[in-house]
C-alpha cells in the first residue's frame, strides 16, 4: 500500500508540469491556425464573403478562447475562467452553425474548387462538427470534473488543426500533392492524439476525451478514400448542398 502510495505521488509532479504547460498546446494551435490560413483568410478578411469571414472570426475566436482559459487555469484564476468559458456557449454553437453554412455553400458548388475535391473535404468538414458538437456537450457535462473537462475541450481543439495544417504544408511547399499534405497534416494530428493517450495511460487515468479523438481521426483518415467516395455519401452531399 505505500508503496502504491509513493509511486502515485511521484507520478502527481509530472501530470502537474504537463498540464500547467497546456496553455502552449493552445499558443502552437492558434499560432498553426493563422500560418495555415494566412493567405486565404488573415491576410484579406475584407475579401472573403459574409458567411466564410464569419466562420472564420468564430473559428478564432473559439482558438483564443481556449487559449485565455489554459491561461487563466495556469494562473489559478478559476473564478475568471469560468467566468470566460460562459462564452463557450455562445461560441461554438456559432462554430457549428457558421461551419454548417459553409459546409453546405461548398457542397453546392457556389466556391471554386473542383467537385470531388469538394466531396472529400465535406466528408471531413461534416465529421468535424458533428465531433464538435459532441466534445462541447462531454466537456459542459463534466464541467465539474476539471480533468475531464479540460481534455474534452483540447479535443476540440485537435480536431480542427488539420485544415490549417494541409494549407501550412502547401505554404511550405507549394507543389505538394494534396494527398500528401492532408495525409501529414493527419499525422500530425493523430500522432498528437496517440501521445496524448499514452500520457494519460500512464498517469493511472484513461479518459474517454483523448481515445476518443484518436479513434474518430484515424477513423477519418482511414475511410475518407472509402466513404468520400460512395454513392451514399455522394447523395447525402447533394442534399446537404441542395442540389
Known amino acids: 500500500m505505500a508503496a502504491h502510495v509513493q509511486t502515485a505521488a511521484a507520478a502527481m509532479p509530472s501530470r502537474r508540469r504537463f498540464y500547467a504547460h497546456a496553455w502552449l498546446f493552445f499558443l502552437a494551435a ?9 493567405s486565404s483568410f488573415f491576410s484579406r478578411p475584407a475579401a472573403l464573403s459574409g458567411p466564410r469571414l464569419l466562420h472564420g472570426v468564430v473559428s478564432t475566436a473559439w482558438l483564443v478562447l481556449a487559449l485565455v482559459q489554459a491561461g487563466l487555469m495556469r494562473l489559478d484564476l478559476r473564478r475568471w475562467h469560468r467566468t470566460a468559458g460562459r462564452l463557450g456557449y455562445l461560441v ?5 452553425v457558421t461551419g454548417a453554412w459553409v459546409l453546405h455553400l461548398m457542397l453546392s458548388g457556389q466556391t471554386r474548387l473542383p467537385k470531388p475535391l469538394t466531396i472529400v473535404l465535406g466528408f471531413i468538414d461534416l465529421g468535424t462538427l458533428l465531433f464538435l458538437a459532441i466534445a462541447f456537450t462531454a466537456a459542459m457535462i463534466h464541467r465539474r470534473d476539471p480533468q475531464s473537462h479540460a481534455r474534452w475541450m483540447a479535443t476540440t481543439i485537435l480536431v480542427v488543426l488539420p485544415p490549417a495544417l494541409t494549407r501550412l504544408v502547401f505554404a511550405i511547399h507549394p507543389q505538394a500533392a494534396f494527398d500528401v499534405a492532408l495525409g501529414l497534416a493527419y499525422a500530425a494530428v493523430v500522432g498528437t492524439a496517440a501521445i496524448l493517450v499514452v500520457v494519460d495511460w500512464r498517469g493511472g487515468r484513461l479518459r474517454a476525451a483523448y481515445p476518443s479523438a484518436l479513434v474518430y481521426l484515424t477513423g477519418t483518415y482511414a475511410l475518407l478514400g472509402h466513404v468520400a467516395a460512395s454513392p451514399a455519401w455522394q447523395s447525402a452531399a447533394a442534399w446537404i448542398g441542395g442540389r
Open 30 to 38: 492558434l499560432l498553426l491556425t493563422v500560418a495555415g490560413f494566412w
Open 92 to 96: 461554438m454553437p456559432l462554430l457549428i
